[in-house]
């Protein structure tokens, strides 16, 4: 089973930039590697949403419209450690920030995901 744990979170003004890390520990073999990746994050009062995901190989990416040219994910598979880079951020992107472990290979849908992080808080400022 593996597990995953995010860092980079933080308090930022409005404008600024943050990276998320999520490294993935217990990963045997390829349990990392062959699987796609994902963000989400959940704002108060707010149900769960979708924000990027990104294929095994990092050669295919998905992102929700509202982060689209803001965010970007990325990974390194032999860290084990999937990324994402928030940029121009806004008071909109105040969440708690998930990642979690999808299916094989590429991103499918959210229903994928089963693995996931405790979460790393992101509050911007205005």
């Known amino acids: 089973q593996v597990q995953l744990l995010e860092s980079g979170g933080g308090l930022v003004q409005a404008g600024g930039s943050l990276r998320l890390s999520c490294a993935a520990s217990?990963?045997?073999?390829?349990?990392?590697?062959?699987?796609?990746m994902g963000w989400f994050r959940q704002a108060p009062g707010k149900e769960r949403e979708f924000v990027a995901a990104i294929s095994w190989t990092g050669g295919r990416l998905h992102y929700a419209d509202s982060v689209k040219g803001r965010f970007a994910i990325s990974r390194v598979n032999a860290k084990n450690t999937v990324y994402l880079q928030m940029n121009s951020l806004v008071p909109e992107d105040t969440a708690v920030y998930y990642c979690?472990?999808?299916?094989?290979?590429?991103?499918?849908?959210?229903?994928?995901?089963?693995?996931w992080g405790q979460g790393t808080q992101v509050t911007v400022s205005s």
């Open positions: 979690a472990r999808g299916g094989l290979y590429d991103y499918v849908s959210p229903a994928d995901f089963k693995s």
């Open positions: 217990g990963a045997s073999g390829r349990s990392f590697s062959n699987y796609a």
